[in-house]
């Protein structure tokens, strides 16, 4: 496994701090967003590093970045807009060191911006959400043509609603899949190793 980090130009104002994880003969890509930056959030919080080890264990690629004004990333926090140009331009860096299937993976605020970019992001084959935060606003519908989705949240998320994300979950129909972590709260304090389990399995389902 070769492992860098690596500084990723989003445009001229601003490049990101991330890490790279690439196997020999990755089976896939996978890039993955970390929670909420004015809460402590980077690609160094304990679920980020979780999903990484899953995608280590598939055989998949991995990069996880720290988003602008986050750690030595430039730039300023943009409440989830300009963070979507740093989830395309990561992708799309992330794609011609790894060619094949793409995944994006994000947890908490993480996935809220996943979800909204998620109709640009070029190749997709697939998404993780983890506890996504509906205090913070709906998750956008997800997009036809991008493969299947995986959430995996806890039924005592303190930041989740249960009741809309089931509701989200039934409209998407078969693409979609939910797991439910019986006492799982928002921040993980248990579970993450069935976590871990649920997405290499879901990782290593795209790929056969």
């Given at each position: 496994m070769n492992r860098q980090r690596v500084v990723i130009a989003v445009d001229r104002q601003v490049s990101l701090e991330a890490r790279l994880d690439l196997p020999a003969q990755p089976r896939g890509?996978?890039?993955?967003?970390h929670p909420h930056?004015?809460?402590?959030?980077?690609?160094?919080?304990?679920?980020?590093?979780?999903?990484?080890q899953a995608a280590d264990l598939a055989g998949w690629a991995s990069l996880r970045?720290?988003?602008?004004?986050?750690?030595?990333?430039?730039?300023?926090?943009?409440?989830g807009v300009g963070e979507q140009d740093d989830?395309?331009?990561?992708?799309?860096?992330?794609?011609?060191?790894?060619?094949?299937?793409?995944?994006v993976m994000g947890y908490s605020f993480g996935s809220l911006v996943g979800s909204q970019a998620a109709q640009r992001v070029a190749g997709l084959a697939g998404g993780v959400w983890v506890s996504p935060p509906f205090v913070l606003g709906d998750l956008?519908?997800?997009?036809?043509?991008?493969?299947?989705?995986?959430v995996i949240t806890g039924d005592q998320?303190?930041?989740?609603d249960m009741t809309r994300l089931r509701g989200y979950m039934q409209e998407m129909g078969a693409l979609g899949a939910l797991e439910v972590h019986p006492?799982?709260?928002?921040?993980?304090?248990?579970?993450?190793?069935?976590?871990?389990?649920?997405?290499?399995d879901f990782l290593t389902g795209l790929t056969g």
């Open positions: 890509a996978a890039l993955i967003l930056p004015l809460y402590g959030g980077s690609m160094d919080n304990n679920v980020v590093y979780a999903l990484t970045l720290n988003f602008r004004g986050v750690g030595q990333s430039t730039g300023r926090h943009d409440n989830v395309i331009a990561a992708a799309a860096w992330l794609t011609e060191q790894a060619p094949g299937p793409l995944v956008p519908p997800w997009p036809a043509g991008r493969g299947p989705l995986l998320d303190e930041y989740g006492g799982g709260d928002h921040f993980w304090l248990t579970g993450l190793s069935a976590l871990k389990q649920q997405t290499v």
